[in-house]
């Protein structure tokens, strides 16, 4: 072997080296802070012990034909009540009044106008619509509607709504636009 070559593997051997004690100093720096009673403790603390039962339990249950499969009921989760008690499908209630579902769920296409739709309190958009009737606007509003210039998704794309609630919004637009 050359003498550079045999220089480099020299110098390279000796890098090498320090950066393998360096990790080895690190590792057995690591291991003397993170002693103690951590392990033991958890081991015997029944609340650790609870939750790690809750997050390694099987998340589903298979019910056989022909057995007994009483101790396979539904059970929903249990969450601590909030203040405003949410309804029982546990997300948040849809709104019912026409400003409130106008905020929630059409203030996203008539705030700026996206799709075609008619701008809120822009009247000379609305009138035309208003036009038509509110049995007609209602029915495009609830069931959707394909137009010349848009799209309007039935209930705004927010099925979980009432046709109540969508009826009352679009009283509240037409009546700001109209």
């Excluded at 619509?129 to 039935?154: C, N």
């Excluded at 209930?155 to 109540?164: A, V």
């Amino acid at each position: 072997m050359a003498k550079p070559d045999r220089h480099f593997m020299n110098v390279f051997s000796a890098v090498l080296g320090v950066l393998i004690a360096i990790a080895l100093v690190l590792i057995g720096i690591s291991r003397v802070v993170d002693s103690g009673p951590k392990g033991a403790r958890d081991t015997a603390d029944p609340l650790m012990q609870a939750e790690a039962h809750e997050r390694i339990k099987p998340f589903g249950k298979v019910a056989v034909a022909g057995a007994d499969n009483a101790a396979l009921a539904i059970i929903a989760p249990i969450t601590p009540p909030a203040a405003g008690m949410a309804p029982a499908g546990g997300g948040a209630a849809p709104p019912t009044d026409g400003k409130s579902v106008y905020d929630t769920a059409c203030v996203t296409c008539h705030g700026p106008g996206l799709a075609g739709a008619p701008k809120f309190g822009d009247k000379a958009a609305w009138s035309a619509r208003v036009a038509q009737g509110k049995a007609t606007l209602d029915k495009h509003a609830i069931e959707g509607y394909q137009g010349s210039v848009g799209f309007m998704p039935a209930k705004g794309g927010r099925m979980d709504l009432s046709d109540d609630a969508v009826r009352a919004a679009v009283e509240f637009m037409a009546a700001a636009g109209g």
